[in-house]
């Protein structure tokens, strides 16, 4: 069994700030990258963000310059700070892993139940 959930959704003004959290929980063997994804109603799932286990950070082209990710392996959870945030942010934020419950095992992708995300005057 491996859970992730996310916290930090919430309603924010453009231009503002929020940082979301995902922690990773149950059997895992090795954690080799954690990210978000976010999804509007009759749109497709769009890659914001992912780090992985080496230290490296990607972001997509939209919010490069305002989104940073982070993460703490020590509690197997990544962060994702958003700033000048604009309307077009608005989302349901999923996070993603890819990890290995055991050695033996190949790596597959877990994914949480979504933080809402709303950017309104």
């Known amino acids: 069994q491996v859970q992730l959930v996310e916290s930090g959704g919430g309603l924010v003004q453009p231009g503002g700030s929020l940082r979301l959290s995902c922690a990773a929980s149950g059997t895992i063997f090795s954690i080799y990258a954690m990210g978000w994804y976010r999804q509007t109603p009759g749109k497709q799932r769009e890659l914001v963000a992912f780090a992985t286990s080496g230290g490296s950070a990607n972001y997509a082209d939209k919010v490069k310059g305002r989104f940073t990710i982070s993460k703490d392996n020590a509690k197997n959870t990544v962060y994702l700070q958003m700033n000048s945030l604009k309307s077009e942010d608005t989302a349901v934020y999923y996070c993603?892993?890819?990890?290995?419950?055991?050695?033996?095992?190949?790596?597959?992708?877990?994914w949480g139940k979504g933080t809402l995300v709303t950017v309104s005057s």
């Open positions: 993603n892993a890819n990890l290995k419950r055991w050695w033996y095992e190949a790596a597959m992708d877990y």
